[in-house]
C-alpha cells in the first residue's frame, strides 16, 4: 500500500484551510502574528517547491551539497540574529548555530553512523541547524528579555562588584534554559505523544521500524547536544557583549 501523501485538490485546499483557519484565530485572540503566520506559510510553498527542484542536482556531487549546507547556516544565523535583536551585533548568533551543529555532525560521520553521502549528509545537516536555531533564538530573546525587565537587579550586582559579564550570566541563566523544553519534551515522549519526522520518513522510504527507531534516536539525541551548545555560546555571546539589542 502507497502511504505517500496524496497530492491533488484536496491537498491545496486542506493546506489553505489550515493557514486561513491558524491566522483567524490568532487575529481573534489578538496575538499579533496573523500576518506572520500567512507569510510564514506562504514562504514555505515557495521554499519546498524550489528546494524540490534543485535538491535532485544538489545531491548529485560534494560541491552543491556543501554550498547547500553552507545556505542553511547562513539562513539560520540570519534568523537567529533577528529573533535576538536588530543590532548588528546579532550576527554573531550565527557562531551559536555553527558551534551546536559542526561537532554533531562531525561526530557522526567520523564514527560512520551516518553514511558520509550527500543525500544523508543534507537532511541530518538541516534537522541539526533547525534545532540549533530554534534553541538559539529562544535563549537569546530570553536572555535579553530577562536583561530588560530585571535591569535593577544587573545593576545590584554590579553595584556589589560583579563584572558586567558575571552580573549577566546571573541574570540569564535560571531562563535561558527554558529553550530546551521543546527538545527535552520530545525526546521524553518520543514514541509515547509524537512519531518525529525521522521515523516516519524511514518507514515512508521502506526502512523496517527498528532502523527508524534508531535514525530517530540518533536525531533526538544530537540535537539536544546541538540545542544545548547552541544555547550555552549565544548566553556566552551576550555575556561578553558580542551580541546586543539595538
Excluded: N
Excluded at 200 to 228: H, K, N, R, S
Aim: charged letters at 15%; glycine letters at 10%; aromatic letters at 4%.
Amino acid at each position: 500500500m502507497d502511504a505517500a501523501i496524496v497530492i491533488g485538490p484536496g491537498f491545496w485546499v486542506v493546506l489553505a484551510v489550515l493557514l486561513a483557519g491558524a491566522a483567524a484565530a490568532a487575529r481573534a485572540a489578538r496575538l499579533r502574528v496573523s500576518r506572520d503566520l500567512v507569510i510564514a506559510g506562504l514562504r514555505a510553498v515557495v521554499q519546498l517547491a524550489a528546494v524540490s527542484l534543485v535538491i535532485t542536482w544538489v545531491l548529485k556531487a560534494w560541491g552543491p551539497t556543501l554550498a547547500f549546507v553552507v545556505l542553511m547556516v547562513a539562513v539560520a544565523a540570519f534568523t537567529t540574529a533577528r529573533r535576538i535583536g536588530r543590532d548588528r551585533s546579532t550576527a554573531w548568533a550565527g557562531l551559536a548555530i555553527v558551534a551546536g551543529v559542526a561537532p554533531v555532525l562531525g561526530l557522526v560521520l567520523a564514527a560512520g553512523t551516518v553514511p558520509a553521502e550527500p543525500v544523508a549528509v543534507v537532511p541530518v545537516a538541516g534537522i541539526l541547524i533547525g534545532g540549533a536555531m530554534s534553541a538559539a533564538s529562544l535563549a537569546g530573546r530570553r536572555a535579553m528579555d530577562e536583561l530588560r525587565t530585571r535591569h535593577g537587579e544587573y545593576e545590584a550586582l554590579l553595584a556589589l562588584g560583579f563584572a558586567e559579564s558575571d552580573a549577566i550570566r546571573e541574570v540569564c541563566r535560571p531562563t535561558v534554559s527554558h529553550a530546551l523544553f521543546p527538545a527535552l519534551d520530545q525526546t521524553r515522549t518520543v514514541g509515547l505523544v509524537t512519531l518525529p519526522g525521522a521515523f516516519i520518513g524511514v518507514l515512508l522510504g521502506g526502512g523496517d521500524p527498528i532502523a527508524a527507531g534508531a535514525t530517530q534516536l540518533l536525531v533526538l539525541i544530537g540535537l539536544l547536544a546541538a540545542e544545548t551548545v547552541a544555547v550555552i555560546v549565544v548566553t556566552e555571546l551576550i555575556a561578553r557583549g558580542l551580541v546586543r539589542r539595538a
